[in-house]
């Protein structure tokens, strides 16, 4: 029986377990990695025997989390007892096809903020409020009653910066500024981290981005402004998938667009089609009739039609919601 958990109850499960493995979503971001990170670090201080496992490798900028830690994969030898978490993991086949394959239908606990979530885990703790998961996971490790360390705040300050986009998204709350106070608080510095998340670009990044808006297209009269990336345009700048995540903001940050799509060409041929929004467009709407999900203003799913066809059947749908919206 699937079920819904207050933070109190989710607590006692991760203080009670002998040993946990966190689940991350494939093509990890900062808000998934700092929440995986501070609880490995939280239950690692309580003496638990802690394995962090993802599909794909953490971006450099986010290597400071690590201290001692190493991402697995699904060959990794767990214990029989372990807890098997998820965080910022809305369905499981976001954890990539090998890890969903070998656990998916066993996940003990999901601790995520999506809206789209769909209680694959055996228990669950939602909070659809939370402008990151880390907001949910620093106070989850309250709860067990861990002290907060420095490092612990640094990976939780890159899931609720990150996530709000350095605070400029529409889910930044009041809440969220309280949070990030209080690492600071304890001593996080966040001017370097600020300079790494937000700042620092790749010269590969800036040829996959010129690359990308050659190919630019409008759409309802200019309210939606779609970029198309392939695999050519990835081996020609040097640049990858981690980075890719950069460009799904600037198509929503071109005047007078309602919604920004950013669409990448993966290895096998097939599609992940990102989406970003302004009031009052859901892009989660639109995402979730095409079999993904996400947030309001930001979400994503996959395609496995050709280009001109996937572009054609999301348009209609994003015309649709822009006609509802109005």
């Known amino acids: 029986m699937m079920k819904q958990v207050s933070i109190e109850q989710a607590a006692k499960r991760l203080r009670d377990c002998h040993a946990a493995a966190i689940f991350m979503h494939a093509h990890p971001d900062g808000d998934c990695l700092g929440s995986g990170f501070a609880l490995a670090h939280a239950l690692r201080s309580l003496g638990k025997e802690v394995f962090l496992l993802c599909k794909d490798p953490m971006p450099a900028m986010f290597a400071f989390m690590r201290d001692g830690f190493v991402l697995h994969g699904a060959d990794a030898e767990l214990p029989d007892d372990c807890l098997l978490v998820t965080v910022d993991v809305a369905v499981s086949h976001l954890l990539g096809e090998t890890l969903n394959t070998r656990f998916g239908n066993r996940i003990d606990l999901c601790i995520d903020h999506h809206p789209t979530n769909d209680f694959f885990a055996t228990e669950t703790l939602l909070d659809t409020t939370a402008a990151a998961c880390a907001?949910?996971?620093?106070?989850?490790?309250?709860?067990?009653?861990?002290?907060?360390?420095?490092?612990?705040?640094?990976?939780?300050?890159?899931?609720?910066?990150?996530?709000?986009?350095?605070?400029?998204?529409?889910?930044?709350?009041?809440?969220?500024?309280?949070?990030?106070?209080?690492?600071?608080?304890?001593?996080?510095e966040t001017q370097p981290l600020i300079r790494a998340f937000f700042e620092t670009q790749s010269k590969a990044y800036l040829e996959l981005e010129r690359l990308a808006f050659r190919g630019l297209k409008y759409y309802c009269d200019g309210g939606v402004a779609l970029i198309a990336v392939s695999q050519r345009m990835f081996r020609q700048s040097g640049s990858n998938e981690d980075e890719f995540a950069q460009l799904v903001t600037r198509t929503r940050q071109i005047e007078g667009v309602q919604v920004g799509v950013a669409i990448r060409e993966r290895p096998d041929g097939t599609y992940k089609i990102s989406l970003r929004s302004h009031a009052p467009a859901d892009v989660s709407a639109v995402a979730t009739k095409l079999g993904g999900g996400g947030h309001v203003r930001a979400a994503a799913y996959a395609s496995d039609l050709p280009l001109k066809e996937t572009i054609a059947t999301l348009i209609k749908c994003i015309e649709d919601e822009l006609a509802c919206a109005d």
């Open 135 to 188: 907001e949910i996971i620093s106070d989850v490790i309250d709860a067990i009653d861990v002290p907060m360390t420095t490092n612990i705040a640094a990976c939780l300050y890159a899931g609720v910066s990150t996530d709000t986009l350095g605070f400029r998204n529409a889910n930044t709350t009041a809440r969220s500024h309280r949070y990030v106070a209080r690492y600071m608080d304890l001593g996080v």
